[in-house]
């Protein structure tokens, strides 16, 4: 199973879908006033919430249709299971992108800097991964319990079969390939690892495990 093809796209709405709230408490920042947090989480939350959702329903649906293709239902499970994890993602993401924010502020980080572009692309790229891994734990979970045993192998971005992109993390490099006990010797945990990671975890059938080792 490949990645979601549409990592990129959504990373790239998630970004500019926050930069209207950021630029907007920078304003409020520059100016000196103070910054309402509560309200600042929720308008992070509100900007978050629909790409982790796409995201989610992605990874769902196709881990699902490799495996389960005339699941009637799918989209419908699909779209409910989204649902509920995005919308306590985003606010969970806002809470804490806010927290992180105020506490910039408060040690003197200029508000330009504190609101600059790259903090939105770390948020989206980092919180795509993270539902990524959601969805596709949760799929893995359905399908389990029709039968359909699957393997986790982490997978970081590659440019070609085996060789990780410029991109790649060091500490998420060695991970590459790896079957979940093997990983989980290295980091008992699943994508994202750090900031910025855009790993996933790649499910493979275990009638198939035979031809990926
Ligand atoms: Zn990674």
Known sequence: MADIDNRTKIEAEFRNSLMPVFRSAQKSA????????????????GAAEESIR??????FLLLMSQEWVDFSGMQLMADQMAASYSSNAAAAIGKTVADNIRNDLASGTLPDVVFDVNRADRIAQTEVTRAVTSGGKQAKSILAS????????????EVSPGKPDDRVDDICRPLNRLLEPEWRQIYNGMPPRHVNCRCYVDYIPSSELEQVK
Not at 146 to 157: D, P
């Open 146 to 157: 029709t039968g359909k045993k699957l393997i986790a192998r982490w997978r970081v971005q």
């Open 54 to 59: 796409k995201a989610h329903v992605a990874i």
């Open 30 to 45: 520059a100016s000196g006033s103070d910054l309402n947090y509560t309200d600042l989480a929720v308008d992070i939350a």
